[in-house]
């Protein structure tokens, strides 16, 4: 069996867990996007487009996000992930190329008001992310609030 085929029965089988898990807790309100399929570069392997390249760090600089932009552009990373401060030099470095950017919302604790993670999805989405992650507030969801 193929690395891809490994790779998207994976993906199924979590998907799987996470609608039955959160189904089981009640939530019903919510939506598991289906994946995209696998696309093999054919140059560098199959593993390559399923990858998001990161520099999350707190002592993330110009320099990483230069170099992360670089390596995802030159073995055709799905995306870069960058804190929000850095989305527009990452979206201006991989304006003219397939890679996405990426960044996190409420990172890393999730502890923040909803209202002011909207706000920052608002702001980055349109400082140039295509993709948002948010850190879900635990201690909310267990306390169910």
Known sequence: ????????????????????????????????????PVIANKEIG??????????????????????????????????????PVWVPLAAELLADSQVKVCTVIGFPLGATFSEIKAVEAQKVVDSGASEVDMVINIGALKSQD
């Open 1 to 36: 069996m193929s690395v891809v085929n490994n790779t998207q029965g994976l993906i199924s089988q979590v998907r799987a867990r996470l609608v039955e898990y959160f189904a089981q807790q009640g939530y019903t309100d919510f939506v598991v996007k289906e994946p995209e």
């Open 46 to 83: 199959p593993i390559t487009p399923l990858i998001d390249h990161t520099v999350l760090g707190a002592d993330a600089d110009k320099l990483a996000v230069h170099r992360i932009c670089t390596e995802a552009r030159e073995y055709g990373f799905a995306s870069v992930c960058v804190n």
